[in-house]
């Protein structure tokens, strides 16, 4: 079945650093590809999506490039504040009738003064 | 613009008790989920539903019960509580598979 795969975290940082936070997926046909930010105490919300190969997602900084090839969608981040501290989940949509939406386990990122 | 609602925010229920969470969304959003999120980990999905009379079963549906009888509403049901659904309960939209999720808060359901 469909399945997204992330990195374990935490994930610890300075701030200032850069930030990778990597995402591999299994599916069938073309998926669409979301990362979603977690804040203490609050649901998910959208952060950046792509919905086709090649397409960049960006948002706040944040970008990831959905590579059909390696079936990745790797979360960057050139400069990450104390601000980014959260869990960031990877996610795909189904496309096969489904329309399920699947998440990864989510990985905590945690940003240091 | 409300979005997502979820009630209650909280809940302590004892072994065997029932009740149902609910969730309402005013985006005319036809898919519709349920999930779980248990402690460091990852988000489960219980059941989805793709419209109105649709419900289909996700990865952990096992003492939980859903229906679809509108498209705003999508009440999740727990019929005999165990301590294993002590979790929080995040319940989401979506208008098509490529657009937006959107969370409610959550419910925070503890089973003792």
């Known amino acids: 079945g469909n399945s997204v795969t992330q990195m374990e975290g935490p994930v610890t940082l300075s701030e200032e650093a850069f930030l990778t936070i990597n995402c591999t997926y299994t599916?069938?046909?073309?998926?669409?590809l979301f990362w979603y930010v977690q804040y203490p105490g609050e649901g998910l919300q959208l952060l950046l999506k792509?919905?086709?190969?090649?397409d960049k997602g960006s948002n706040k900084g944040f970008e990831a490039t959905y590579r059909k090839e390696t079936t990745s969608f790797h979360l960057e981040k050139g400069s990450v504040q104390v601000s980014d501290s959260a869990v960031y989940f990877c996610?795909?949509?189904?496309?096969?009738?489904?329309?399920?939406?699947?998440f990864g386990t989510g990985t905590r990122l945690q940003v240091f003064p | 613009n409300a979005g997502v609602t979820q009630t209650p925010k909280f809940r302590i229920l004892k072994i065997g008790q029932s009740m149902t969470l609910q969730c309402a969304q005013d985006?005319?959003?036809?898919?519709m989920y349920w999930y779980r999120q248990d402690p460091g980990m990852g988000l489960k999905l219980i059941y989805y539903?793709?419209?109105?009379?649709?419900?289909d079963k996700g990865e952990v549906p096992n003492g939980y019960n859903v229906s679809r009888s509108t498209t705003e509403d999508f009440p999740l049901r727990l019929e005999l509580a165990a301590p294993s659904q002590t979790s929080v309960y995040f319940c989401?939209?979506?208008?098509?598979?490529?657009?937006?999720?959107?969370f409610g808060q959550g419910t925070r359901l503890t089973v003792v």
């Open positions: 989401a939209s979506t208008g098509t598979e490529n657009t937006e999720a959107f």
């Open positions: 599916a069938t046909g073309y998926p669409s």
């Open positions: 792509a919905t086709k190969a090649d």
């Open positions: 996610a795909l949509s189904d496309r096969s009738g489904t329309d399920k939406l699947i």
């Open positions: 985006m005319n959003h036809n898919y």
């Open positions: 539903s793709v419209g109105a009379g649709i419900t």
